[in-house]
C-alpha cells in the first residue's frame, strides 16, 4: 500500500470513529443540554462526517483495486468533510453574538462545496478510464 493511501485510510478510519463517537454523545450526553435545532445541526454534523469517513475509505479502495494509480481526489472529501462537519459543529457550541459565526457560518457550503468536486472528479475519472487493473 502506497503512504498516501495508508494516510487517507488513518484519516477516514478516524472520521468513523469519531463520528460514531460523537453520535453517542448527542443521543446521551448533548440531549438535554442543547436546543433541539442545535442538537438537529450537531447530528447532521455527525451523519456527514460518518459518510465522508466511508466514502473516503470507499474511493481509495476503488483506486487502489481498480484504477491504474490513487490520485488526490479523496483529499477533496477529507477537506471538504472537515469544513463541513467541523463548522457545523462549531456553530453549535459558539456563543449566538459572537462574532466569529460570521466567519465560521460561510465555511459549511464551502465544504460541502469540495465534497461535491472530489465525487465529480471522481466520477469523471471513472469515465474517462480506459482500462482498469
Not at 469519531?18 to 451523519?47: C, N, Q, W, Y
Not at 481498480?66 to 463548522?87: A, C, I, N, R
Amino acid at each position: 500500500m502506497n503512504p498516501q493511501s495508508k494516510r487517507l485510510l488513518v484519516v477516514a478510519s478516524l472520521f468513523v470513529m469519531t463520528a460514531i463517537i460523537l453520535g453517542a454523545m448527542a443521543a446521551h450526553l448533548l440531549k438535554g443540554s442543547l436546543f433541539p435545532a442545535e442538537l438537529d445541526t450537531f447530528k447532521l454534523a455527525v451523519r456527514y462526517q460518518f459518510w465522508m469517513g466511508f466514502s473516503i475509505l470507499m474511493m481509495v479502495i476503488i483506486e487502489n483495486v481498480f484504477l491504474p494509480s490513487p490520485s488526490k481526489l479523496p483529499w477533496f472529501l477529507v477537506v471538504g468533510g472537515l469544513f463541513f462537519s467541523g463548522s457545523l459543529y462549531a456553530l453549535v457550541f459558539l456563543p449566538a453574538g459572537a462574532s466569529i459565526r460570521q466567519i465560521v457560518g460561510p465555511i459549511t457550503p464551502i465544504g460541502g462545496i469540495l465534497m461535491i468536486l472530489g465525487w465529480g472528479l471522481f466520477l469523471i475519472r471513472i469515465i474517462r478510464q480506459q482500462s482498469v487493473k
